[in-house]
């Protein structure tokens, strides 16, 4: 890796405020609704949240085909922003980018979205385009992955990575199920790019990573059978309708450490010699089961939890935000960390790194 740059849009409210909103669209102004959502709020272990529009008009939004229009303009906005800061960052021009993945699971667009950026912001002609969706929460750690694979068949090319996702706009204002209300208190909006070279460009280049860039060593996944319906969208003519079964949590717990033990094992590593774990914020039960399942002392995830407070779930994107704290305050040279992050599938994506 070279660069990661991250965004949110401009439209930040508190929780009690976005839950207030809630209270008079999904569940009405009974008494029942408002204790109900009360105690889901102060369970949800978020404080703000960033949204694509203003909450009046997110409420407006009854409509699949003006939302989804609201979601590619903002995408393209806030996609345009994370990819010109990261190339910069990195000292990359757009033209000198090979290949580009780009993740996102909250609208539709087709041509996709890296294909309508690639022209705004200078990349060749001849670029690469990898769109992936489907992989849900675990988009930003599978994009790492498939980042890293193609850099080692492509050693001296660049690539970028682009995730952009926009829940507030995939929100179903009228469905009353526990689902989508959990879903209403947790998610929000953000973007994230990252940009690496492979192997071969930096012995042509001499180009160097700068302080706290990590190296992509090694990635694992793990697809549980017989899970679809746990987590992922029911998509009809209403849109983007969540399916988010209680079980992540105990699915999580049951499938996340055999996971971690094949990827470390690979290297001879434990638990126990990762400096850095760097987590999918997908909420307060989903990162108890992951310290338990794991046995993290206490502060491990404090950065995970910081960013699920500070900005909520954002999908695909928060593993990405939680990567970019780390890099800020990287661990000690020659440390090993473990990007984690689960998605429909029910799908475990692992990414081991090295500072």
């Given amino acids: 890796m070279r660069a990661i740059r991250t965004a949110v849009p401009p439209h930040r409210f508190p929780q009690e405020e976005i839950m207030e909103a809630l209270a008079g669209t999904t569940l009405g102004r009974t008494l029942t609704g408002r204790q109900m959502l009360r105690r889901i709020q102060a369970n949800a272990g978020v404080v703000t949240r960033h949204f694509a529009r203003p909450l009046a008009e997110l409420?407006?939004?009854?409509?699949?085909?003006?939302?989804?229009?609201?979601?590619?303009?903002?995408?393209?906005?806030?996609?345009?922003?994370?990819?010109?800061?990261?190339?910069?960052?990195?000292?990359?021009?757009?033209?000198?980018?090979?290949?580009?993945?780009?993740?996102?699971?909250?609208g539709l667009a087709v041509p996709s979205l890296e294909a309508r950026l690639a022209h705004?912001?200078?990349?060749?002609?001849?670029?690469?385009?990898?769109?992936?969706?489907?992989?849900?929460?675990?988009?930003?750690?599978?994009?790492?992955?498939?980042?890293?694979?193609?850099?080692?068949?492509?050693?001296?090319?660049?690539?970028?990575?682009?995730?952009?996702?926009?829940?507030?706009?995939?929100y179903q204002m009228q469905d009353t199920s526990m689902a989508n209300i959990v879903a209403g208190s947790l998610f929000g909006d953000g973007a994230a790019a990252v940009v690496?070279?492979?192997?071969?460009?930096?012995?042509?280049?001499?180009?160097?990573?700068?302080?706290?860039?990590?190296?992509l060593v090694d990635s694992h996944s793990h697809l549980v059978p017989?899970?679809?319906?746990?987590?992922?969208?029911?998509?009809?003519?209403?849109?983007?309708?969540?399916?988010?079964?209680?079980?992540?949590?105990?699915?999580?717990?049951?499938?996340?450490?055999g996971a971690v033990r094949e990827l470390l094992g690979r290297h001879a590593l434990t638990p126990e010699q990762v400096a850095a774990w760097i987590v999918h914020g997908g909420g307060p039960k989903v990162l108890?089961?992951?310290?338990?399942?794991?046995?993290?002392?206490?502060?491990?995830?404090?950065?995970?939890?910081?960013?699920?407070?500070e900005k909520g779930n954002l999908s695909s994107a928060s593993v990405l935000h939680v990567l970019q704290t780390f890099m800020r305050t990287p661990p000690?040279?020659?440390?090993?960390?473990?990007?984690?992050?689960?998605?429909?599938?029910?799908?475990?994506?692992?990414?081991?790194?090295?500072?």
């Fill in 59 to 106: 409420r407006a939004l009854t409509d699949f085909t003006d939302a989804n229009r609201v979601w590619l303009d903002t995408a393209l906005e806030l996609g345009e922003r994370v990819l010109t800061e990261a190339l910069e960052t990195a000292g990359v021009r757009p033209g000198d980018v090979d290949a580009v993945i780009s993740t996102t699971v909250t």
């Fill in 226 to 257: 017989d899970t679809e319906e746990a987590l992922g969208w029911e998509i009809g003519s209403h849109g983007l309708r969540i399916l988010l079964s209680p079980e992540v949590p105990a699915l999580t717990a049951a499938h996340l450490p």
């Fill in 288 to 309: 108890a089961a992951v310290e338990h399942a794991l046995g993290l002392p206490p502060h491990a995830l404090e950065p995970t939890r910081r960013s699920l407070a």
């Fill in 120 to 170: 705004r912001i200078g990349l060749r002609p001849d670029v690469r385009r990898i769109p992936l969706f489907g992989n849900g929460c675990a988009g930003g750690a599978a994009g790492l992955a498939r980042l890293r694979d193609y850099l080692l068949g492509h050693p001296g090319h660049v690539a970028v990575l682009l995730s952009v996702e926009l829940c507030s706009v995939a």
């Fill in 196 to 215: 690496a070279t492979g192997a071969r460009w930096h012995r042509d280049t001499g180009g160097e990573d700068g302080p706290g860039v990590p190296e």
């Fill in 332 to 355: 000690a040279e020659g440390s090993a960390g473990v990007i984690a992050a689960m998605g429909p599938g029910f799908s475990i994506e692992l990414v081991l790194t090295r500072w």
